[in-house]
């Protein structure tokens, strides 16, 4: 039994160690990608279908094996083989005409360069959704300190509250409206910090670990920035329309369908059939043949017309998929760039004007209530109103990254 615990301790503890070591105590959105790169299964799975295609190629190009054959003709019954009158060694062998191995080369490779460009537009969703988990993260983080700011202003106007009505300074009305908003922002704060846990979940699950991290809690080394982007619509889409990964699959695929349709009308062209053996008849071993064969297309209006046709529907389909996925693109990439220049507004906005002045109305609210000008619930307001902003100060922040996470994933590349 102590064999056994020891063993399950020593599992546990491996466990943990190789946590520790793939997931470091410092984390950088760069370094959440790189771990996405190594562990996410989505990524392993594509490496392992570009070598099952390149495997695919292999076997599609290798001629057919050869055919040997041993026969023994004309045995007497109840006699032994050894005393035939024919025997006949025969080895036959199978060739397609050398254009269908060209063209079936050509569809296999094409179907290696789909498969690539499928990891990539899978990597970029992937590395995409990592950071967007990141910045979500981010916003968390940013939300629990302007929570736990409140905290600490219902905190202390708690306190002087009781002092107030202990010294009959303030109405019972007014200490009770400061408990409620403590506990209230305690409960806030708590909310906040178990929708961070979560977001840490959902970061880790995006860069494919799944066991052993436990209550593993990073320290986030980047942070919300606004960054200006000055690009012009047009050029936005030019980028897109140039180094969109979808859009690039898509080509590959049509072209896939027009190597098919070769493939479809090689089926036509005859193959051949060589074939060689030697003989022995009556105990003479002197005797040999050879066989020479050709495929005839005979029913080539049934089996090759229809291949011909089903790579004629394939090219349509292609083509249409190609001018859906462009349309796609385009308007996705118009309607990210939309909500971008829409975030960067809110946010200079709310560097400009709303922050500055919420804060403003707060302090003066502050030092009116402290000398008595203005009541409880006015600094209520002014205090709600200050959190309020700030809130939707790091929401803006928030969207303006998500948008631009958008953007790039439309272009296929990072934009800074």
């Known amino acids: 039994m102590k064999h056994i615990l020891c063993v399950i301790f020593l599992m546990f ?37 570009v070598a099952s295609a390149e495997g695919k190629y292999l076997s599609g190009v290798s001629p057919k094996m050869p055919e040997l054959s041993l026969s023994y003709d004309f045995v007497p019954n109840g006699t032994g083989l050894s005393n035939f009158e024919e025997r006949s060694l025969e080895i036959n062998q199978e060739f397609e005409f050398p254009l269908k191995t060209v063209y079936k080369g050509e569809q296999l490779n094409s179907a290696i360069d789909i498969i690539k460009a499928e990891n990539d537009v899978e990597g970029l969703n992937v590395l995409s959704e990592v950071r967007k988990t990141y910045v979500s993260l981010l ?69 494919g670990i799944k066991n052993g991290y436990g209550d593993y809690e990073p320290v986030l080394t980047d942070s919300l920035v606004y960054v200006p982007f000055n690009e012009s619509p047009e050029t936005v889409m030019q980028r897109t329309l140039k180094t969109n990964p979808v859009l690039y699959l898509s080509g590959l695929k049509k072209t896939g369908s027009q190597i098919g349709k070769k493939v479809a009308i090689s089926s036509y062209l005859p193959d051949f059939i060589v074939g060689y053996k030697t003989q022995a008849i009556n105990g003479v071993n002197d005797y040999y043949g050879i066989n020479l064969g050709i495929s005839v297309p005979l029913w080539f209006l049934f089996d090759q017309k229809g291949k011909v046709k089903e790579a004629d529907a394939e090219i349509r389909i292609s083509e249409n998929e190609y001018d859906e ?42 030092a009116s209530y402290r000398i008595g000008e203005i009541t409880y619930i006015e600094f209520l307001q002014a205090k709600q109103t200050m959190i309020t902003t700030k809130e939707s100060f790091v929401t803006a922040l928030k969207d303006y990254n998500l948008n631009l996470i958008e953007l790039e994933k439309s272009i296929g590349r990072k934009l800074f």
């Open 13 to 49: 503890a491996f466990i943990s160690i190789t946590a520790q070591e793939i997931l470091p105590q410092r984390m950088s959105i760069s370094d959440a990608e790189r771990i996405a790169k190594g562990q996410n299964l989505s990524l392993k799975k594509g490496l392992n279908r």
């Open 139 to 207: 916003a968390r983080q940013s939300l629990v300190k302007v929570a736990e700011e409140n905290l600490a202003v219902a905190d202390e106007f708690r306190g002087k509250s009781t002092i107030r009505f202990n010294l009959g300074e303030a109405t019972n009305l007014e200490k009770l409206t400061a408990d409620v908003q403590f506990a209230q922002a305690q409960n806030n704060l708590e909310v906040l910090k178990n929708q961070y846990r979560i977001a840490v979940t959902d970061l880790l699950f995006a860069m």
């Open 325 to 366: 996925a462009h349309l796609n693109i385009l308007s996705t990439a118009r309607k990210a760039y939309i909500n971008l220049k829409n975030s960067e507004k809110q946010i200079t906005l709310f560097r400009s004007t709303l922050i500055p002045e919420s804060e403003e109305i707060f302090r003066v609210a502050n």
